[in-house]
């Protein structure tokens, strides 16, 4: 396996490409869906997305490493973070009616 090049921007485009490019699709396991519930029951609701999906099988067929998929999803949460708070910035603030 090949040292990948983790860009700093367009992470998700990056994730998207490397699993079209593997021909990798991710599909909810046996195991994956026993996970989700045991996570539900202790009080967590984590659901990934399709991108942290694509990462997960991206890592589980071998094509990329674990400190790399650390790397990658960390810079992906950051990408998201990023969105979220341009969208609120531009957002029209609202007066309040008195």
């Known amino acids: ?14 994730i998207r490409s490397l699993a079209k490019k593997n021909c ?5 396991s046996k195991l ?5 519930v045991v996570t539900r029951l202790a009080g967590d609701d984590v659901k990934p ?3 942290e ?15 790399e998929m650390v790397i990658l999803h960390s810079r992906y949460l ?3 973070k990023l969105k979220a ?3 609120v910035k531009s957002e029209p603030k609202l007066l ?3």
Do not use: C, Q
């Open 49 to 51: 997305d399709e991108v």
């Open 53 to 67: 999906s694509l990462l997960i099988h991206l890592r589980r067929e071998g094509f990329i490493a674990g400190s």
């Open 96 to 98: 309040a009616v008195r």
């Open 32 to 36: 994956d869906k026993v996970a989700r």
């Open 78 to 80: 950051d990408e998201i």
């Open 24 to 28: 990798v699709e991710y599909t909810e």
């Open 85 to 87: 708070a341009a969208k």
């Open 1 to 14: 396996m090949a040292a990948l090049t983790v860009p700093k921007k367009n992470v998700s485009r990056y």
